[in-house]
């Protein structure tokens, strides 16, 4: 039974795997004018759909909308119950059908074409009634569905939904979308902070550890543990960078060094330490430690010591 299950499993993702392969054969002239089409439009890309359908095109207006195309969903069922009144005149509108022949669709488009929208098919049956009335075809034909009863859309709407991303990305390429407008859109979880979030919003620069080079190993140890960073920075009187002293330099010190206290920052510190502008992305500030397999980062602007980042700081805000 189990090697049935596997089986079966492993059966499906080939099929589907194979009809997105032949997809590719689908992408010319007629992509293009789509994607031109969208792309020219000063209004937006109204997609919509039936049954499966209609969730596949949920899925694309959400993509759209977070790599900068508006867009929207409109459910084809409601459509012709009062929600055509969502297409405005220098709208697009995108219609997803496998077969094209769906009695709802057949009421549709020809609202849609007298309204004078440009009207583009995402459809797997190019003989079908929404192809032959729309104006840009985009053929998702497959040769057969992952379904033992070759009926439930599977690998038809796995075939819609790539051929929506290829709409999608081809369209962040002609936006010149960057991931700082990638950014914009999702400014939540853990990905808007990876893509937002700076230096200056994680480190405290109340709590910036700091002693002079003329500093004695216990003001040392004061200043690294009641500052709980890690590390302490070692200055000059005008607040420039001398420094760095971490757990690991004092420790190491101890090993060496039978008069410990005798030391003063300046035997200890390491010179040019890592340092990065407040205004930098935390997750540049994360490459850099990683690059140089350091747990602490010295924050500055314009040379000036403003305090020190941690590793775990940059745990704790989810950019890990």
């Known amino acids: 039974m189990d090697a049935k299950i596997i089986a079966t499993a492993k059966q499906t993702i080939a099929l589907e795997a194979a009809a997105l392969h032949q997809l590719q054969d689908f992408i010319g002239d007629s992509f293009v004018e789509a994607v031109q089409t969208i792309h020219q439009s000063i209004g937006r890309l109204v997609v919509t759909g039936i049954g499966k359908s209609a969730i596949i095109a949920q899925k694309i207006v959400s993509t759209l909308n977070s790599t900068g195309t508006p867009s929207l969903f409109m459910h084809a069922a409601d459509a012709i119950h009062g929600d055509l009144g969502m297409i405005q005149k220098q709208d697009v509108v995108l219609v997803i059908s496998k077969s094209g022949e769906s009695p709802e669709i057949k009421v549709l488009v020809p609202l849609i074409k007298n309204f004078g929208n440009p009207l583009i098919a995402i459809t797997g049956n190019l003989k079908g009634y929404l192809a032959l009335q729309s104006h840009i075809v985009l053929n998702t034909t497959v040769s057969q569905e992952a379904c033992p009863n070759n009926l439930a859309p599977t690998t038809s709407t796995t075939a819609q939904l790539a051929m929506g991303d290829a709409i999608a990305v081809s369209l962040m390429e002609l936006n010149g979308f960057k991931p700082?407008?990638?950014?914009?859109?999702?400014?939540?979880?853990?990905?808007?902070?990876?893509?937002?979030?700076?230096?200056?919003?994680?480190?405290?620069?109340d709590n910036a550890p700091k002693v002079l080079e003329g500093a004695?190993?216990?003001?040392?140890?004061?200043?690294?543990?009641?500052?709980?960073?890690?590390?302490?920075?070692?200055?000059?009187?005008?607040n420039e960078i001398l420094g760095i002293?971490?757990?690991?330099?004092?420790?190491?010190?101890l090993e060496k060094t039978e008069n410990i206290y005798s030391l003063l920052a300046k035997d200890i510190y390491s010179p040019n330490p890592k340092t990065i502008e407040e205004s930098t992305l935390a997750i540049d500030a994360l490459e850099i430690m990683r690059t140089y397999d350091i747990s602490q980062v010295i924050v500055v602007q314009n040379k000036e010591y403003l305090g020190i980042l941690h590793l775990h700081q940059l745990v704790q805000e989810g950019i890990i």
Do not use: C, W
């Open 180 to 205: 700082q407008d990638f950014a914009k859109f999702h400014p939540g979880g853990n990905l808007g902070k990876r893509l937002f979030l700076k230096v200056s919003d994680l480190y405290n620069k």
């Open 216 to 238: 004695g190993f216990k003001e040392i140890i004061n200043e690294i543990s009641s500052k709980m960073l890690g590390a302490t920075a070692v200055i000059s009187s005008n």
């Open 245 to 253: 002293i971490t757990d690991g330099d004092l420790r190491r010190n």
